[in-house]
């Protein structure tokens, strides 16, 4: 058998209730929504190669013609995916 509980409000505490109900419930929503992007994801010659289908002496021709920005870490040479899909869009409208 349930159990039924009534209480009466009044139109502002029962507005009040379903203001924190709503706050608790959407707020986390919100907030994972609005977080900022996370940092761009680091490609090596050889996935940045890979991700264009090209091959590495390609890529290297491409970077020193400045179709595709890298960047030095060190030694080390990567590329940020975003700038990667930018560049190949950039080549796929110029053939176009």
Not at 29 to 52: C, D, G, M, W, Y
Not at 56 to 82: F, M, S
Request: overall charge positive; aromatic content about 6%.
């Amino acid at each position: 058998m349930q159990q039924i509980i009534t209480t009466t409000y009044t139109p502002d505490e029962f507005d009040e209730k379903i203001a924190a109900v709503v706050e608790r419930v959407v707020r986390p929503i919100l907030e994972a929504a609005v977080q900022p992007p996370h940092s761009p994801k680091l490609l090596t010659r050889n996935e940045t190669a890979r991700f264009l289908g090209i091959s590495l002496p390609t890529l290297h021709d491409w970077t020193v013609n400045g179709k595709i920005t890298a960047n030095r870490i060190g030694t080390r040479v990567r590329y940020y995916q975003t700038d990667v899909e930018a560049a190949l869009h950039k080549i796929k409208t110029a053939k176009n």
